[in-house]
């Protein structure tokens, strides 16, 4: 029990609606493209149905074998369209009664589940219940809490009830303590915290009182949270009743669609502190390659370990960039699911103001402005948000995309330059062994005649001195070491010949 004195309320014909959905198929839209546990929604239907005593079980195409479900967008998986209850309240003779609605809706399930108190027994009109009837209905273990249903696209719980007759001309703001204590039912103090009250306004001419269902922004220190959505609706006449019944499958859509949106923009949260750090590992590379840069600017070129390390650099900042894109990616998926089910939701309440008309309610387009606040003005924030940050951020992606083609073009200069000089070096390896092995090839010819060494010298006669002796053996090492010479300068001068005018040398 809370520790604050409650003041019991009465009310008739209480109602508990619960609205969760869950993704079942990943962003692909693939068969092999599931989200995780797809079925999970249901088996939670099942322990709901448990933990109330009820020995049905849900039982629908797909579930709980792997039975093929029906083709389309917007699908009823139940094939006798819902499952009915009867049963008593949980540690009480009290009977309720009941409904469970199980959809596929694009690329999500549905689950929707209505318990109450009817509104007459035998012909005869139900007494009012206390408020606690919510209390009981929910049990110990709190099921109809997210913390229980965990479904991953959040969930939309709405209690009904008709006003006692001496409080139907009360105004919201003076039913704002009942609707505290109705809240208090589902939401006991002692186990989980209950959100604040949101908006307060009428709905058909009913009070209407909406608690929590907001992004808690973790900003960078952890992950946001959404707060529990309860709504309490209460009744001030049958009409207002009759309107939440006859556009119920409509409602059901306008709920899936605001959660759709709160989902996705608390995923943009999560993407926003993860595209920051990536962000600022982004930005923190790109500084030091530019003191790298500054600090090399005296050097002719960059030794073998720095270019080395500049390859290290640009894989790691082509790492990042890749990492990066994917985020923002993911960031603008978010943002277009946002716009998409927006006007999906705006969509939907034209569909509930025009079904209702035709049914013949004399409805105004002002008694269903508690939802349009969400279309007109929050919806329109996370968009405006989302795409400010997406400015921010892109700014990012264009750094790392210069930074790598200023490291690329680097690395591929410094190469180049290298691959060059060893080119050159190479070359003028290979002239020197050619040059040297036309030398060598004509000093060898001319040093066969190494024969002569033992001849005996000759006589050349000369002019001035009368004449002079010769060995053979001298005049062929001469001649052997001469014609070396000039193979070697002859092949070089043909080579450097050849070269300039563009021709190879063979």
């Given amino acids: 029990m809370d520790s604050k004195k409650i003041i019991p309320h009465t009310v008739y014909a209480p109602n508990l609606h619960l609205f969760a959905f869950h993704l079942w198929r990943g962003l692909t839209g693939e068969t092999d493209s599931l989200a995780p546990h797809p079925k999970q929604l249901w088996e939670r239907g099942d322990d709901i149905l448990e933990a109330l005593g009820f020995t049905e079980r849900l039982d629908i195409h797909g579930y709980p074998d792997n039975s093929p479900e029906p083709v389309g967008l917007e699908v009823n998986l139940n ?9 008593t309240l949980p540690n009480s003779d009290l009977k309720i009664t009941g409904n469970i609605y199980t959809h596929r809706l694009n690329d999500s399930y549905s689950l929707t589940v209505n318990l109450c108190r009817p509104e007459s027994e035998n012909g005869n009109k139900t007494p009012e219940v ?9 049990t110990e273990s709190l099921v109809f809490l997210p913390d229980f249903i965990q479904s991953s696209l959040e969930q939309t719980l709405l209690l009904t009830a008709f006003l006692p007759v001496n409080e139907r001309t009360k105004k919201p703001e003076d039913l704002a303590d009942l609707a505290h204590s109705c809240l208090a039912q589902v939401m006991p103090s002692r186990k989980v915290k209950r959100p604040p009250l949101h908006k307060m306004g009428e709905l058909f001419g009913s009070p209407f009182f909406e608690f929590g269902g907001q992004v808690v922004d973790g900003n960078l220190e ?3 949270q959404v707060q529990p959505h309860i709504i309490i609706f209460l009744f001030r006449d049958d009409l207002a009743s009759g309107k939440l019944v006859d556009a119920y499958r409509q409602f059901i859509n306008l709920f899936y669609y605001r959660n759709k949106v709160l989902s996705a923009y608390r995923e943009t949260r999560t993407l926003y502190r993860k595209t920051y750090i990536a962000y600022t590992q982004l930005e923190h590379k790109v500084k030091s390659f530019k003191q790298e840069l500054t600090q090399n600017e005296t050097r002719l070129a960059l030794t073998e370990r720095q270019l080395e390390d500049l390859k290290k650099v640009l894989k790691e900042l082509a790492a990042l960039d890749l990492e990066y894109a994917r985020l923002l990616r993911n960031y603008k998926h978010c943002r277009n699911t946002i716009s998409i089910n927006t006007k999906n939701y705006q969509v939907t309440l034209t569909d509930i103001f025009d079904r ?32 400010d940050e997406l400015n921010y951020f892109v700014e990012g992606s264009s750094l790392a995309d210069k930074a790598i083609a200023s490291i690329r073009g ?7 330059q290298r691959d060059r000089t060893r080119e050159q070096q190479n070359q003028k390896l290979q002239d020197e062994i050619q040059a040297w092995g036309v030398a060598i090839g004509t000093g060898a010819i001319i040093a066969s005649t190494s024969g002569l060494m033992f001849e005996e010298p000759r006589i050349f006669p000369l002019p001035e001195n009368g004449g002079g002796i010769s060995h053979p053996f001298a005049i062929a090492l001469f001649a052997s070491v001469a014609g070396a010479i000039v193979g070697w300068s002859g092949t070089k001068f043909l080579i450097w010949l050849s070269r300039r005018k563009g021709f190879p040398f063979r």
């Fill in 130 to 138: 206390d408020i606690s009837f919510w209390r009981n209905l929910n």
């Fill in 222 to 224: 952890g992950e946001a």
């Fill in 410 to 416: 680097i690395v591929e200069i410094e190469q180049t």
């Fill in 79 to 87: 094939p006798k369209n819902r499952l009915h209850l009867t049963g």
């Fill in 356 to 387: 209702l008309r035709k049914k013949g309610y004399d409805l105004q387009q002002q008694e269903m402005d508690v939802f349009r606040e969400f279309s007109d003005r929050t919806s329109p924030y996370f968009q405006t948000r989302i795409s």
